[in-house]
């Protein structure tokens, strides 16, 4: 399986932005997917995952301002990033996990800033 990960940028606070993860192989629809983000100098952390079932979680710190998705149809995996902050800057990272199976995606830049 492969993972690219797209749509990141340069966003001023308060802005939107939509990221998006295509997945090769067939067994996207069974896998959960996750969001991943990287700021600078820190460790990396869970940002929001959706089950196969389309369960969702999110962190405490994205909580009613990002939504994630899937479309099983098109093997790809959103998140929809609102009400965005200078502290959400970091390198967002799409993951796959399937049994014991784990693959991520090359990450893309989002930066919050005026």
């Known amino acids: 399986v492969q993972l690219q990960a797209s749509g990141g940028g340069l966003v001023q606070p308060g802005g939107s932005l939509r990221l998006s993860c295509a997945a090769s192989?067939?067994?996207?629809?069974?896998?959960?997917m996750g969001w991943y983000r990287q700021p600078p100098g820190k460790q990396r952390e869970l940002v929001a995952q959706i089950s196969s079932s389309g369960i969702t979680n999110y962190a405490d710190s994205v909580k009613g301002r990002f939504t994630i998705s899937r479309d099983n149809a098109k093997n790809t995996v959103y998140l929809q990033m609102n009400s965005l902050k200078p502290e959400d800057t970091a390198v967002y990272y799409c993951?796959?996990?399937?049994?014991?199976?784990?693959?991520w995606g090359q990450g893309t830049l989002v930066t919050v800033s005026s």
């Open positions: 192989g067939s067994i996207f629809s069974l896998a959960v």
């Open positions: 993951n796959l996990r399937y049994r014991g199976y784990e693959q």
